[in-house]
């Protein structure tokens, strides 16, 4: 079934450490989105590609890198840098403007 | 002021009811409008999708659009338990990827 996989399910971060949430989908989507959401609040957009080899930033992209080396795939870095990471981090795709986004199930990232 | 505002919750209502979301957004050249259920600790799930002003209905679902006003609401009929859950509601800007998202609404049905 066609669908989008998040990895891993929880993930716990120490203080200073950088870590990598996957994203893949075989939905043949050309768009891709990372968003971060706090408890009771909505979806930010962290940040996002239409294209492969070529990303744009967010709105709260500090502290966060991506990569887009193929179609199906885009990973997130959450570094350093992001100095209050926890929280629920969605990922999502699309087949271009004027379409839904298929969403991920999730990884909820704790800083320990 | 926000691109995308929903009516603040949570909402309450009782089993069988109908449940009437409202959504609100300050683009005019808007294209797409969508409606996502989000049940607590889940991923968003698109429930609804709809791109002409006037009504669009799926089960129990009715969406409602008004470019004129900028308005888009969901309503859901016979109210089930299972219904209980935050609606997100999204606006695709003309010639955009991206989604611009509320913060949602959440509901309760009560038995």
């Known amino acids: 079934d066609g669908g989008i996989t998040q990895s891993p399910k929880y993930l716990f971060r120490k203080e200073g450490q950088n870590v990598t949430l996957s994203c893949e989908q075989n939905?043949?989507?050309?768009?891709m989105y990372w968003y971060r959401q706090d408890p009771g609040q909505g979806l930010r957009l962290i940040y996002y590609?239409?294209?492969?080899?070529?990303?744009q930033k967010g709105d709260i992209a500090e502290g966060y890198s991506v990569s887009r080396e193929k179609k199906e795939s885009f990973p997130l870095t959450v570094t350093s840098a992001q100095k209050n990471p926890t929280a629920f981090y969605l990922c999502?795709?699309?087949?271009?403007?004027?379409?839904?986004?298929?969403f991920g199930s999730g990884t909820r990232l704790t800083v320990v | 002021q926000k691109e995308v505002e929903q009516n603040s919750g949570p909402l309450s209502v009782p089993e069988g009811a109908i449940a009437s979301l409202n959504c609100t957004y300050s683009?005019?050249?808007?294209?797409?409008f969508f409606w996502y259920r989000q049940y607590s600790g889940k991923s968003p799930e698109l429930i609804m999708s709809?791109?002409?002003?006037g009504d669009k209905e799926d089960g129990r679902f009715t969406a409602q659009l008004n470019k004129a006003s900028q308005y888009v609401s969901l309503l859901i009929r016979d109210s089930q338990p299972s219904d209980s859950a935050t609606y997100l509601c999204?606006?695709?800007?003309?010639?955009?990827?991206?989604?611009?998202f509320g913060a949602g609404t959440t509901v309760t049905v009560r038995a």
């Open positions: 999204a606006v695709n800007m003309y010639n955009d990827y991206k989604l611009s």
């Open positions: 999502a795709s699309s087949t271009g403007t004027g379409y839904g986004y298929t």
């Open positions: 590609s239409q294209i492969v080899n070529d990303f």
């Open positions: 939905l043949n989507h050309d768009a």
């Open positions: 709809i791109y002409s002003n």
């Open positions: 683009d005019r050249v808007s294209q797409s």
